[in-house]
């Protein structure tokens, strides 16, 4: 399908890695890397997303596993997460127990930035 995509033109692909599932703070799963074929197949930019941390992002991108990376529960709970990751930032841990729940706010828009926590 990748391959298939060129012929549009289309400027970038997103794509999640199927390893997202494994929550890294509560377990160790399957590290493979499944979107290293679709990536090269596809001529324009490539966006992976899918269980990265700051430190393994970097390497996707040092070892050209995908031109940009996308954070997901990270960026949820930490909304200055650029400025974290510049700065070797602790980060919020992001909570499960407020995924897919109705309420607007706890769990979306809640969590501290940095001088919150000064
Ligand atoms: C609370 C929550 C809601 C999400 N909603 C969507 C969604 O509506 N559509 C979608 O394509 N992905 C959705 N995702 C998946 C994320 O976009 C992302 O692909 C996934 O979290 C993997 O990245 P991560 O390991 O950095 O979190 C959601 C993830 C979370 C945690």
Redesign the pocket.
Known sequence: MATALNKYGILYLHM??PK?KNDKEKAEGPDIDSLVPIRKAFNGTFIT????NHEDGNKAISENKADLV???????SNPDLPKRFEIDAPLNK?HIET??TPDPVI?YIDYPFLEDNS
Do not use: I, K, Q
């Not at 997303?49 to 990265?52: M, Q, R």
């Not at 996308?70 to 949820?76: H, K, N, T, V």
């Open positions: 999640v890695e997202w997303a899918g269980g990265y996308a954070y997901g529960r990270w960026f949820l992001y995924y897919y769990g």
